[in-house]
């Protein structure tokens, strides 16, 4: 069965600074999504790569899918308290698109201090 | 358009009992799925509905079921709860199709004592 593994488990980092979440996988992956995770609370998305290569950006997150397409990178530039959270990265377990059944890493939960 | 809805937000129940939690999906979305979420074990896929059928299962057992309704409106059931069925359960749902992106629910907390 295919493993996400996320790296590192936890990062604090001073307001301002960059950063670098990553998410590699045990098989190939058919569509990497990533997702910011409040304490408790749901899943919000952020963004789905899937083409080897790929990169998409939103704000001062960027995301990108290696051309191997075994692991993902989530950067943050100039990092704000409102980044703090918990990241997940996940993938569809099978080719052929989303059933519905994403498999996830375990999270990285990111710190901000002011 | 109204986000995923899960009722009730926290639920506390003891060993032996039973639970049933709801979830209802944003408009138009067909498909929901159930997750758990722990600490140990991170979050794990309990399993997917479509259009009333269970179309995909995970690795759990089979205390823990789940139906949709004609609405999309799903429900999930565990019985014979133990003390280890403790968790955050997220819900979420999607359109049919392709890489689609599923919306979370605020998830229900379940403590079992």
């Known amino acids: 069965s295919q493993e996400l593994e996320q790296s590192p488990q936890s990062l604090i980092v001073q307001e301002g600074k960059n950063l670098t979440i990553n998410c590699t996988s045990s098989k190939t992956l058919y569509g990497l999504y990533w997702y910011k995770q409040k304490y408790g609370e749901g899943l919000i998305f952020l963004m789905m790569?899937?083409?080897?290569?790929e990169e998409k950006s939103h704000e001062k997150i960027t995301a990108k899918l290696d051309e191997k397409k075994q692991q993902s990178s989530l950067h943050i530039t100039a990092s704000q308290p409102s980044h703090a959270g918990i990241y997940l990265c996940g993938a569809d377990p099978i080719t052929g698109g989303s059933q519905g059944n994403l498999i996830f890493g375990k999270g990285t939960k990111l710190s901000v201090k002011p | 358009k109204a986000g995923v809805t899960q009722t009730p937000r926290y639920l506390i129940k003891t060993r032996g009992q039973q639970v049933t939690l709801s979830c209802s999906p944003i408009s138009g979305h067909r498909s929901v799925s159930w997750y758990q979420q722990t600490p140990g074990q991170g979050l794990q896929f309990l399993f997917e509905y479509f259009s009333e059928t269970q179309r995909n299962k995970g690795n759990f057992p089979g205390r823990f079921s789940g139906r949709q309704f004609s609405n999309s409106r799903s429900e999930m059931n565990v019985s014979t709860l133990e003390l280890g069925d403790s968790a955050l359960y997220l819900c979420a749902s999607s359109l049919v199709g392709d890489y689609n992106e599923q919306f979370f629910g605020p998830g229900t907390r379940l403590t079992v004592l």
């Open positions: 790569l899937q083409k080897g290569g």
